[in-house]
């Protein structure tokens, strides 16, 4: 990115002054996800979230699909089997020298379980609250704002639902309510901020897969975390959205994933629309003025006939 | 395999990227039919300003009263495609509460309003000979910011994370401002005597002669993110729009002598502007749909 490109709008904490308080955000280790679905839950109770069922849907333990206006949660359930023993009719003669051999260990498959080279992924996922967020960008009435902890909020007493965000959002989070009319997503709990509580998801797990609190320290711990798993053997683990260097300037929710981040859904290299739009603008005046120019063309000549 | 990207030799040959069950990544517009028409609608207002103004001030009247009413028809009906797109449609004057220029859609939001402001009174003054005073003061200023409500359309859907769109920024303005000149002259000539009409049928012929080139430039800079507008709706929908924007261009300029052809043809144009617009439309929901034209490009970025 050029530096022209750079965002040109204020963000925290220049936009709150005195009253900015520090970033805070979630890192969510997958690496010890357990797909309970509690933070699916107790998102959906604290803020009310409607339900939004469309029954079994046969891809894996995963019955919730994606983010959405109605899901501010959601657990991926990746299953992965690696073909031990390769091509060819000949089974090995131990199928954990196998797999030594093919080195799945440090690729990050565990090869107990009968040494099938089976292994889950469990994600989950939830708003990225950017650093440069394109829903906020894009949002024409004003109502998406950075909160003094840095978050990005929809304020649902001013959208009108005018679905812009939506199609901003590099990773499609935001999505608009049919029977409501208006653009939900994640808040990072806006209101249990307020009093000092940490949010609903961050509580409910079980497993400390969600960790909140401020963004310099969740980072700090995730560094250590990847260092450790990286000694254990775990070579696949790395960071997601740790990074201010990125498309989006770095992510308030930031993830350790086990795979690439496609694999779990999640965009490999999202950059926020906004960093294009000089060019568009640019290429919008030009257009205009090539219009002017060919109308006026169409006057030259057998004038006014 | 784990780690596909790991620095190990490729077993197999570049396929498709991987997804989570083949899920899009990215979210597909909420949008409905009021958003592609009004790219249309006002893409032509836009255009018949300056069209207006120009024949005005060569003392075609009989073509300016005329171009001015598309003008004015235009941004009369827009404001009614968009109010009624939104999920609040109570709250729209929401959108008048900032200026955000990170946002094109508030951004557009302001031309919209500014064209309204300066093309009603100025159509109406031409149309009705009376107050020429608000008519020069109006006149040019909606010649000048006509071209910016044909344009911004494209800036507004290239500013998303939808890659067809996204990718097609520096193209995307160029074909809707053809398929504005196009569709603003076609509809002048339509409505003017043919004595008249001339500058108009020019504007027609040119404008969709661009708009062809500038979708064809558009889909070969696209490459593989312009997938969607080689096969289902938007496939259709685009090589209809090129098949009509070139029958209706050609029929203009060989049967310019005839009346009826020239109906023809600037009905084709209009025809065409406006599927080129369903085409860009749609292009976006299938773009966003397939994971592979979202993870595709920024794979291949990270391992280059």
């Not at chain 1, 998801?201 to 711990?221: H, K, M, N, Y």
């Not at chain 2, 500058?199 to 312009?226: C, S």
């Not at chain 2, 025809?271 to 080129?276: I, N």
Request: charged letters at 20%; one cysteine or more.
């Amino acid at each position: 990115m050029t530096a022209a490109a750079r965002h040109p709008a204020p963000a925290w904490p220049e936009s709150w002054g005195e009253e900015a308080e520090p970033r805070v955000g979630f890192f969510t280790d997958t690496s010890v996800c357990i797909g309970c679905k509690a933070c699916e839950v107790a998102c959906k109770e604290w803020n009310g979230v409607p339900d939004e069922s469309d029954g079994l849907s046969g891809n894996s333990y995963d019955n919730s699909l994606d983010l959405g206006a109605n899901r501010w949660r959601h657990v991926a359930f990746v299953e992965q089997r690696v073909e031990v023993g390769g091509v060819g009719s000949s089974a090995p003669d131990s199928w954990v020298e196998e797999a030594s051999r093919q080195q799945l260990v440090e690729q990050g498959l565990p090869i107990h379980d009968g040494a099938d080279g089976f292994r889950w992924l469990m994600s989950s996922d939830v708003c990225k609250h950017c650093t440069e967020a394109g829903c906020l960008d894009a949002c024409p009435t004003g109502s998406i704002f950075r909160t003094e902890h840095g978050t990005v909020v929809v304020q649902e007493d001013i959208c009108n639902g005018c679905g812009y965000c939506v199609t901003a959002c590099p990773f499609g989070v935001l999505d608009r309510r049919s029977d409501d009319g208006r653009v939900w997503k994640c808040t990072l709990c806006y209101d249990r901020l307020q009093d000092d509580m940490e949010p609903a998801c961050a509580q409910a797990c079980p497993t400390d897969s969600i960790q909140f609190g401020e963004l310099e320290v969740l980072r700090r711990r995730a560094a250590d975390r990847v260092e450790h798993l990286h000694e254990r053997g775990v070579a696949s683990a790395r960071l997601y959205g740790a990074d201010d260097d990125d498309g989006v300037g770095g992510f308030g929710a930031f993830f350790l994933l086990l795979d690439e981040p496609e694999t779990y859904g999640l965009p490999p290299d999202p950059v926020v629309p906004t960093r294009h739009l000089p060019e568009a603008f640019a290429a919008a005046a030009a257009a205009s003025a090539a219009l002017l120019a060919g109308v006026a063309a169409a006057f030259i000549g057998r004038s006014a006939r | 395999m784990s780690d596909r990207g790991g620095g190990e030799q490729r077993m197999v040959p570049k396929g498709k990227p991987r997804s989570y069950y083949d899920q899009p990544v990215v979210k597909r517009p909420v949008w409905t039919w009021e958003i592609p028409c009004y790219f249309f609608v006002g893409g032509m207002a836009g255009a018949s300003a300056p069209l207006a103004w120009a024949a005005g001030a060569t003392g075609n009247e009989r073509l300016a009263k005329r171009a001015w009413g598309v003008g004015l028809a235009g941004v009369a009906v827009s404001p009614v495609l968009l109010i009624s797109d939104l999920g609040r449609p109570e709250r729209f004057l929401n959108m008048l509460r900032v200026f955000k220029i990170t946002s094109p859609m508030s951004v557009g939001t302001w031309i919209l309003a500014a064209n309204g402001t300066l093309i009603a009174p100025a159509a109406l003054a031409a149309i009705t000979r009376r107050a020429p005073r608000i008519f020069a003061a109006a006149a040019p200023l909606a010649a000048l910011a006509g071209p910016g409500l044909s344009t911004y359309t494209a800036v507004l859907v290239a500013n998303s994370a939808i890659p067809v769109w996204s990718e097609a920024r520096r193209t995307l303005p160029f074909l809707f401002a053809a398929g504005s000149a196009a569709s603003a002259g076609a509809a002048a000539t339509l409505l003017t005597p043919a004595a008249a009409a001339g500058p108009a049928r020019r504007l027609a012929i040119a404008g969709g002669i661009a708009e062809l080139f500038a979708a064809e430039t558009m889909e070969r800079k696209l490459g593989e993110a312009g997938g969607p507008y080689e096969s289902g709706t938007p496939g259709r929908l685009a090589k209809a729009a090129k098949a009509m924007t070139a029958a209706g261009a050609a029929t203009m300029a060989i049967g310019r002598r005839r009346r009826g052809a020239v109906r023809i043809g600037a009905a084709l144009l209009l025809a065409g502007a406006a599927c080129e617009r369903w085409a860009v439309y749609k292009a976006g929901f299938a773009s966003a749909a397939d994971p592979a034209y979202t993870v595709g490009p920024q794979r291949d970025r990270l391992e280059r």
